[in-house]
């Protein structure tokens, strides 16, 4: 799990990964010390199997956890029109979701942070492959954190793997009093959109 949450040294060794994402195909540049450093990650492939992206409209996205930046980049790529924010942990990633989003041709409107430098302001839309393996408090704790900087028409799309405790999730969401519900799910993962609870 080392590489939820430091920069590793030196070995940086770039590999290409290529991906085909909402019918587009990418090359990304990856390499050892992120998350799923040799290929899309099963979860990622369903996430965009199981959605279509955005509209694209004026609007501010934030892909959390972006790893090397799959999510981030295939979000401003379809959505010429909005701004992206990339947020991981580990330095090497920013890095590495910088240098996708140059060879995306979409650097101008996508920005990587750490999740303490985010700039103020809300999220119309947040995606994310969550580090589920940090354990559920961690988790809970991120998940509360950022989906509270949802709009209040904005939603969450979440990936979780059911043997990953999808379904406890979907639950604490809800017993939170967030609006969830299963936009899909195939080969073990749940997609989840998460919404503003309506007020009553």
């Known amino acids: 799990m080392s590489h939820y949450f430091v920069t590793p040294a030196p070995d940086e060794r770039r590999h290409d990964v290529p991906a085909v994402i909402w019918g587009r195909s990418y090359t990304f540049v990856s390499s050892a010390g992120v998350f799923s450093a040799n290929r899309l990650d099963p979860g990622t492939s369903q996430l965009f199997r199981l959605t279509e992206p955005p509209p694209d409209r004026p609007a501010r996205f934030l892909d959390l956890g972006c790893g090397f930046g799959p999510i981030a980049v295939a979000l401003a790529d379809h959505c010429p029109s909005a701004a992206v924010d990339a947020v991981d942990v580990n330095a090497r990633a920013l890095e590495l979701t910088t240098?996708?989003?140059?060879?995306?041709?979409?650097?101008?409107?996508?920005?990587?942070?750490?999740?303490?430098?985010?700039?103020?302001?809300?999220?119309?839309?947040?995606?994310?492959?969550?580090?589920?393996?940090?354990g559920k408090p961690a988790l809970h704790d991120l998940l509360a954190r950022?989906?509270?900087?949802?709009?209040?028409?904005?939603?969450?799309?979440?990936?979780?793997?059911k043997h990953l405790?999808?379904?406890?999730?979907?639950?604490?969401?809800?017993?939170?009093?967030?609006?969830?519900?299963?936009?899909?799910?195939?080969?073990?993962?749940?997609?989840?959109?998460?919404?503003?609870?309506?007020?009553?």
Do not use: M
């Open 99 to 134: 240098a996708n989003a140059r060879r995306a041709g979409v650097a101008d409107r996508l920005r990587t942070y750490t999740p303490d430098a985010v700039p103020d302001g809300l999220y119309d839309e947040i995606w994310s492959n969550p580090p589920i393996r940090i």
């Open 146 to 161: 950022w989906l509270a900087r949802l709009a209040p028409t904005g939603h969450a799309t979440l990936v979780v793997g």
């Open 165 to 200: 405790g999808a379904d406890s999730l979907t639950t604490w969401l809800t017993s939170a009093t967030w609006a969830v519900c299963r936009r899909g799910s195939a080969k073990g993962f749940r997609v989840l959109s998460v919404r503003q609870p309506i007020p009553s």
